[in-house]
């Protein structure tokens, strides 16, 4: 593990895409693992175990199953956090990532953002079929400036789902209309790539998906943040359970604004920030906004 455990620190999860096959044996070191894993294999995923450690890379980086998958590495990466660190003065994630942020913030336990994730895929199943839709990550253009060129161009499917930082955005929409966008581009910003999943998470797109959870959700217990909690929204302090009950529904159909997550690390100024991201992405961008920042992951050198 990076970094000590006597410093003040921020703990940042990532998102889907981090998952791969075999993802948890990065946490082999760590001497709590399988106790751990034990425990959340006879409580709230039986599966727990293959998924984590033997499920092979296309399942594993499927549509449906990374989402499962990153869920438990992320709880496993705060729970090691949490025995080796002790407890973080900032808890964020980038798009589910936020979820083990909260779950480590004691909103909710493990198996309520499991039976979410579940109610979730299950939605975007039906109305995200897969090939339908299409996410890209472009370059060179702020926020205002995209969307205007979508505008101009005639794309009303596309809308923004990550601000990562001022002018690198991702965008998701119909498949046809997110390949026509990246040919437009390729003259107008300094870069634009497909990426490789197909949900369009944290846009209009997935409001069916909230909807779907909406009831379910209305009536789930939820308790305050015991530690300070930073929204993927906006970058606020979510200070009650009720706020992030509304936070959770929103981040569905919102963009991660991890710009504005970034500038609240600021402020909050922790001598570390620890990165849980498989990739080390998440520490990057959080360099990227907040050039102050000292990052170090949180498994690694």
Same mark, same amino acid.
């Given at each position: *593990?990076?970094?000590?455990?006597?410093?003040? %620190?921020?703990?940042?999860?990532?998102?889907?895409?981090?998952? @791969?096959?075999?993802?948890?044996?990065?946490?082999?070191?760590?001497?709590?693992?399988?106790?751990?894993?034990?425990?959340?294999?006879?409580?709230?995923?039986?599966?727990?175990?293959?998924?984590?450690?033997?499920?092979?890379?296309?399942?594993?980086?499927?549509?449906?199953?990374?989402?499962?998958?990153?869920?438990?590495?992320?709880?496993?990466?705060?729970?090691?956090?949490?025995?080796?660190?002790?407890?973080?003065?900032?808890?964020?994630?980038?798009? =589910?990532?936020? %979820?083990?942020?909260?779950?480590?913030?004691?909103?909710?336990?493990?198996?309520?953002?499991?039976?979410?994730?579940?109610?979730?895929?299950?939605?975007?199943?039906?109305?995200?079929?897969?090939?339908?839709?299409?996410?890209?990550?472009?370059?060179?253009?702020?926020?205002?400036?995209?969307?205007?060129?979508?505008?101009?161009?005639?794309?009303?499917?596309?809308?923004?789902?990550?601000?990562?930082?001022?002018?690198?955005?991702?965008?998701?929409?119909?498949?046809?209309?997110?390949?026509?966008?990246?040919?437009?581009?390729?003259?107008?910003?300094?870069?634009?790539?497909?990426?490789? *999943?197909?949900?369009?998470?944290?846009?209009?797109?997935?409001?069916?998906?909230?909807?779907?959870?909406?009831?379910?959700?209305?009536?789930?217990?939820?308790?305050?943040?015991? =530690?300070?909690?930073?929204?993927?929204?906006?970058?606020?302090?979510?200070?009650?359970?009720?706020?992030?009950?509304?936070? *959770?529904?929103?981040?569905?159909?919102?963009?991660?604004?991890?710009?504005?997550?970034?500038?609240?690390? @600021?402020?909050?100024?922790?001598?570390?920030?620890?990165?849980?991201?498989?990739?080390?992405?998440?520490?990057? *961008?959080?360099?990227?906004?907040?050039?102050?920042?000292?990052?170090?992951?949180?498994?690694?050198?």
């Amino acid at each position: *593990m990076g970094g000590g455990s006597s410093r003040p %620190y921020a703990l940042l999860f990532g998102g889907q895409a981090g998952a @791969a096959g075999g993802l948890g044996r990065r946490l082999a070191s760590w001497p709590g693992f399988g106790a751990w894993l034990d425990k959340v294999s006879a409580q709230s995923a039986k599966d727990a175990k293959w998924l984590m450690l033997e499920a092979p890379e296309h399942v594993a980086s499927g549509r449906f199953q990374a989402a499962r998958l990153m869920v438990l590495y992320n709880q496993a990466c705060a729970e090691m956090a949490l025995s080796e660190l002790g407890p973080p003065v900032a808890l964020c994630g980038y798009s =589910l990532g936020f %979820y083990a942020a909260a779950c480590a913030a004691g909103c909710a336990p493990l198996s309520v953002f499991l039976e979410w994730v579940e109610r979730v895929n299950s939605a975007n199943a039906i109305y995200c079929p897969a090939g339908s839709f299409a996410l890209a990550v472009t370059v060179g253009l702020d926020r205002a400036a995209l969307e205007g060129r979508f505008g101009d161009w005639g794309l009303s499917g596309l809308a923004l789902t990550g601000i990562n930082n001022a002018t690198q955005l991702v965008f998701a929409g119909p498949a046809r209309e997110v390949d026509e966008a990246l040919a437009k581009l390729k003259g107008v910003s300094l870069g634009a790539q497909r990426l490789g *999943m197909d949900v369009p998470l944290h846009c209009r797109h997935v409001e069916p998906a909230a909807q779907a959870v909406k009831d379910w959700w209305a009536g789930v217990p939820l308790s305050p943040p015991r =530690l300070p909690l930073i929204s993927p929204v906006n970058g606020e302090i979510v200070e009650s359970g009720e706020a992030f009950r509304s936070v *959770m529904l929103e981040s569905l159909v919102s963009p991660t604004n991890w710009a504005a997550v970034a500038r609240r690390l @600021a402020l909050i100024a922790p001598e570390l920030v620890m990165d849980a991201s498989a990739g080390g992405d998440i520490g990057r *961008m959080t360099r990227w906004n907040w050039r102050g920042a000292r990052v170090k992951p949180l498994i690694g050198p």
